[in-house]
């Protein structure tokens, strides 16, 4: 797993998700995604979401970013053979547009670049993140159902 590097010039810290995370990852996850997720999938459903929330967990290495000690953002991502794949970056509602995501975005575009891949992430279409990913340089390359795919080369 690629490290974010140090944030701490803007006051930041990340570090890799620990069990007891998963409280707070599952509340933020929750806070940031479930009016996209019903909106395209229907209710909400915390047996259902809490499953796939632990099936995450075990199979992926999210790194937490902290400040002051408290859960700020998560973003999960990996290598694949061609790209740097995002699978979740999820900001605190309260503190989205505060910069945090646009840092984050930068750094692993910054990350990928080293090794001249390009980032690729998906997003739902109703979700208004696609506008900062865009704005970022991220460009649709193609769709699945009602996911925007978006890569960002360098």
């Known amino acids: 797993m690629p490290e974010l590097g140090d944030l701490s010039t803007r006051g930041y810290l990340s ?67 061609h790209d740097l794949y995002v699978g979740r ?19 692993l575009a910054v990350v990928a670049a080293e090794r001249s891949k390009p980032v690729v992430l998906e997003v739902i279409d109703v979700n208004p993140a696609r506008r900062l990913y865009e704005r970022l340089g991220f460009a649709a390359f193609t769709t699945t159902g009602r996911k925007v795919h978006l890569r960002l080369d360098h």
């Open 15 to 81: 570090r890799p998700a620990l069990s007891s995370d998963s409280e707070p990852l599952y509340a933020l996850h929750k806070a940031t995604m479930l009016t996209y997720v019903e909106a395209i999938y229907g209710p909400w459903i915390d047996e259902v979401q809490l499953a796939m929330h632990h099936e995450w967990l075990e199979r992926g290495d999210p790194q937490v970013v902290l400040r002051d000690d408290e859960l700020v953002a998560v973003v999960d991502w990996t290598w694949r053979e």
């Open 89 to 107: 970056i999820e900001v605190r509602p309260d503190l989205q547009g505060a910069g945090i995501g646009t840092m984050l975005l930068r750094r």
